[in-house]
């Protein structure tokens, strides 16, 4: 290694009478044999003074059949020196998700028995998403530290409301509005009962699943916190929260008895496929689209040396037609093949019929708009662990008038939570082709407009200090300014993917501005 390109400082750390020091640890056995036992930065030190190497406790916790990764790491304890915590990613397998986690506890908590008190992992959080990783697929322990200190502090909260709880002081809509503020990450000031979830506070579908979380964490029936897009301001959330502990009302048992006996109609009716069906109607269906894109349209791809063949990818387009999806998949070649997409659960997967179809001849993952987003979001984070390319259209439905609209901060959520890479892509020509509303094509000109990809470590360097809610708006702003670019003929470079001052709080107030 000659050194750190144009990093003086960098290069003088490491290098030193011509040997490099890599910052690696190990120790030598009687017989020079060497073992690493990690990173010295890694290294985690107690109150007392004591060495904990994380990559060993990673090997010795992370045996069991529902724990898919962890990331062991040091948090910061008041009194100096740092606390042994665990960031850790289940592997439900169709189990219920609140029995794995139980059975989780249990498994930290008998390895930790059989190890000295200051080799015992004192935190533990679990995390649905995916660990944080550098482009070599290192966990990146810092960005882990920033979780665990956010997660910590919101079940700091969950517990001081759960104490309430049990205490009957539950009346006061205090320990909610703290709920809601640390979700937001805003003072515990500006959570008044009159404030509207949405409008005020900028509250949106993915806050509000973590909402829902907090307030499942503090003791509330999973029941009454499954769908709060109904609920408006914080005083109605309060009122909710008091009332989860009543029996629900007559009416209220026969229309979910109603809606039970609807659920048990519909799946008598599920149409069900054999797998060699299903294959050869995919098959068919991607001849189909090639056919289309390459003979009933005229169809021109620009920017295709933009897309990474090396990697998997969250891509981002503007949403004006069915033959969207179909248009993206065909212009991106090999990596169209290898992409799935989040499609509306109401829209497309609303009967017996359309389910047979979606399910086994697309690559559709089911969506809800309108509900809690918890496990849509769930599987297209799957989709993209997997090595899958994930499509979405973020602004939420086909447009109208063929005009873009504001993109929804689910994609920034996805590409921050799960370390994609973002393709911004735009096409023209789809609305005036078949409009919503058609049911027949009309021959027009195509054109898919590929731009450069927003790599991920970089975005994460302009969320930095940011609350998440805010850090989702910033990398979502960042590619609906690239599809905004496409549209208008020019590709925005990668210095230009940040986030101008203000931009933020500009779309709070117009939201705050809407009716």
Avoid at 78 to 83: A, I, L, M, S, Y
Avoid at 266 to 282: F, I, M, Y
Avoid at 283 to 298: K, M, S
Avoid at 367 to 384: F, Q
Wanted: charged share 30%; glycine share 8%.
């Amino acid at each position: 290694m000659a050194g750190y390109f144009q990093d003086r400082d960098s290069t003088a750390a490491v290098l030193k009478d011509g040997w490099l020091f890599t910052g690696d640890l190990g120790r030598l056995d009687e017989h020079k044999n060497l073992f690493l036992s990690g990173r010295q930065k890694d290294v985690i030190i107690d109150a007392n003074g004591k060495n904990v190497y994380p990559d060993d406790l990673e090997e010795l916790y992370g045996v069991h059949a529902h724990i898919k990764e962890l990331s062991v790491v040091g948090l910061p304890e008041e009194g100096g020196g740092e606390k042994v915590a665990c960031l850790c990613v289940p592997d439900y397998k169709d189990r219920p998700r609140e029995e794995v986690r139980r059975e989780l506890d249990e498994h930290f908590r008998e390895v930790s028995s059989d190890q000295p008190f200051y080799r015992r992992i004192k935190v533990v959080r679990f995390w649905d998403g995916e660990l944080p990783r550098t482009s070599t697929r290192k966990v990146k322990r810092a960005l882990v530290i920033d979780e665990l200190k956010r997660l910590e502090k919101v079940a700091s909260s969950a517990e001081k409301a759960r104490r309430e709880r049990d205490g009957r002081e539950h009346e006061s809509a205090d320990w909610v509005s703290q709920i809601v503020a640390d979700v937001i990450g805003r003072p515990l000031a500006e959570v008044r009962p009159e404030s509207r979830l949405q409008v005020d506070l900028g509250f949106d579908s993915l806050m509000l699943t973590e909402l829902s979380t907090a307030l499942e964490a503090a003791g509330v029936p999973v029941t009454a916190v499954s769908d709060l897009t109904r609920i408006t301001t914080i005083e109605e959330l309060r009122r909710a929260v008091q009332a989860s502990g009543r029996r629900p009302a007559a009416e209220l048992q026969a229309r979910e008895i109603s809606r039970e006996v609807e659920r048990e109609k519909n799946e008598e009716l599920e149409v069900e496929l054999p797998a060699v069906v299903a294959q050869s109607g995919r098959l068919l269906l991607q001849a189909g689209q090639r056919a289309v894109y390459g003979g009933l349209f005229d169809v021109k791809v620009t920017g295709k040396a933009f897309i990474p063949m090396n990697r998997n990818l969250l891509v981002v387009a503007n949403h004006a037609s069915h033959l969207d999806m179909g248009l993206i998949k065909v212009a991106m070649g090999e990596q169209g093949q290898r992409m799935v997409a989040l499609a509306a659960r109401d829209y497309f997967f609303d009967t017996a019929l359309k389910r047979a179809w979606f399910e086994n001849f697309t690559d559709l993952i089911p969506m809800d708009r309108h509900g809690s987003l918890r496990e849509s979001l769930r599987l297209a984070g799957e989709s993209l662990t997997q090595g899958y390319n994930l499509l979405i259209f973020p602004e939420g439905t086909r447009s109208a008038n063929g005009e873009l609209a504001e993109f929804k901060p689910t994609l920034g959520y996805l590409a921050l939570t799960f370390n994609v890479d973002v393709l911004p892509i735009y096409l023209h020509g789809t609305y005036d082709a078949l409009p919503k509303g058609s049911w027949w094509p009309r021959r027009e000109d195509l054109e898919v407009r590929i731009g450069a990809p927003i790599i991920i470590d970089r975005a994460r360097e302009q969320v930095k200090g940011l609350a998440r809610s805010d850090s989702y708006r910033v990398v979502t702003h960042m590619a609906e300014a690239s599809v905004r670019a496409l549209k208008e003929g020019r590709v925005m470079r990668p210095e230009e993917h940040v986030i101008p001052p203000g931009a933020i709080h500009s779309r709070r107030a117009r939201k705050e501005s809407s009716p």
